[in-house]
């Protein structure tokens, strides 16, 4: 078995403020600067004014990041509250006025809203990004073709963006629809090794379609910063335990993948097929989806999926077994989405009108995010 891989893990959280549970439209100019204090070189600002994101160091252990992402969060809380400020850790929130947000003042961002335009300004979403180091020579495109098939069954387990704009989307994922309006964002395309990879990418660029230092924002992609592979499929989870469990399942795929060789599955583009629909699946019904078995081609529930994930890339570590067990839990008890969508109903029936209810939720997913939460759940 080759030496275990390295990680990082990539938090986006929306500014939230703690008397109304709105997200504000200009956050009080001391935030970054008590962020960056805070947190350093960890913290990094996100396209919206109203958007951060915690950037771990390199990782080898799901304690090392628990600890992390533990005192970060709590450190970020504290200074935050002297603001009236909290961090909400969901995908999206229930009620943010899209219309109204502003960019980050950077040029890098002035330029993308400039290029996508309300596709841009409606992103005002939050994201899970799990890094994983892979050796050098290895050819990451392939590697990618290896394990993209299980993508989706990772965003059914994340899930936490059931509500936009006041309404019930009626997905489970709507983060990702909203991806969808964007280029290079879906699932990577089925290039079969990395001088694909580059004559594809040589091929946008030359043509227009890609800045000479762009970047494809797919749901698995090779960074061009850093020798790894980046999982982006997944929405942010207010729970610390979700996103680590998250990260140790993505990273034991990629060391199993590595180690053993997997073979891409079934013919190529009938994997595609395959993952796609699975992608449709997990976005718009989460962990109560009917996939498609990889491999076997059959109806297979998100529990019996993810034995099929733990049947071909076995146990062979205590973080990896951890992060089934998480996985298992819930699969069983419910992501980030069912529990906002539990606190909805239940308000309602309480006779909280459409507001108030909302507002349940905002302040549910600001305690399930909060370092209490995150301790209790560990």
């Given at each position: 078995m080759s030496p275990p891989c390295t990680f990082g893990i990539e938090e986006e959280y929306l500014l939230v403020d703690l008397s109304s549970g709105r997200v504000p439209v200009t956050p009080p100019l001391t935030v970054t600067r008590r962020c960056r204090e805070v947190l350093g070189k960890h913290f990094t600002e996100e396209m919206f004014r109203s958007q951060v994101e915690v950037v771990s160091p390199v990782l080898a252990s799901t304690g090392e990041a628990r600890e992390f992402f533990t005192l970060s969060r709590h450190s970020l809380q504290q200074a935050l509250a002297a603001e009236?400020?909290?961090l909400y850790g969901a995908a999206s929130h229930p009620n943010a006025p899209w219309l109204k947000h502003k960019p980050r003042a950077s040029a890098h961002y002035r330029q993308v809203f400039d290029d996508y335009r309300h596709v841009a300004r409606r992103s005002l979403v939050n994201g899970l990004h799990v890094h994983v180091g892979v050796p050098g020579g290895c050819d990451r495109m392939q590697l990618i073709n290896r394990v993209v098939g299980w993508l989706p069954l990772f965003l059914a387990l994340s899930a936490s963006s059931p509500l936009w704009q006041g309404q019930e989307t009626g997905y489970m994922s709507y983060r990702r629809v909203i991806c969808g309006e964007w280029p290079h964002m879906g699932l990577p395309e089925p290039l079969a090794d990395w001088a694909a990879y580059e004559r594809y990418r040589a091929l946008l660029q030359r043509t227009g379609s890609m800045a000479d230092d762009g970047d494809f924002w797919w749901a698995i992609r090779p960074s061009r910063r850093f020798p790894t592979v980046e999982l982006r499929i997944?929405?942010?989870?207010?729970?610390?335990?979700?996103?680590l469990c998250i990260a140790a399942l993505f990273r034991h795929l990629v060391e199993h993948a590595l180690a053993y060789r997997h073979p891409c599955g079934p013919l190529v583009r009938e994997l595609r097929w395959v993952t796609q629909?699975?992608?449709?699946?997990?976005?718009?019904?989460?962990?109560?989806?009917?996939?498609i078995g990889i491999?076997?081609?059959q109806p297979v529930t998100a529990e019996g999926w993810l034995a099929q994930l733990e049947s071909q890339f076995p146990v062979d570590?205590?973080?990896?077994?951890?992060?089934?067990?998480?996985?298992?839990?819930?699969?069983?008890?419910?992501n980030?989405?069912?529990?906002?969508?539990?606190?909805?109903?239940?308000?309602?029936?309480?006779?909280?009108?459409?507001?108030?209810?909302?507002?349940q939720v905002i302040d549910l997913v600001l305690q399930q995010g909060s370092c209490t939460a995150a301790s209790s759940a560990a």
């Open positions: 009236g400020i909290g997944c929405d942010a989870c207010p729970n610390i335990e979700d996103a629909e699975n992608y449709w699946r997990a976005l718009r019904h989460g962990r109560h989806a009917e996939f491999d076997a081609q570590t205590v973080d990896a077994e951890r992060g089934f067990m998480h996985a298992r839990q819930i699969l069983r008890d419910g980030s989405a069912d529990r906002q969508l539990a606190c909805l109903r239940q308000a309602r029936d309480n006779g909280l009108n459409p507001a108030q209810a909302q507002r």
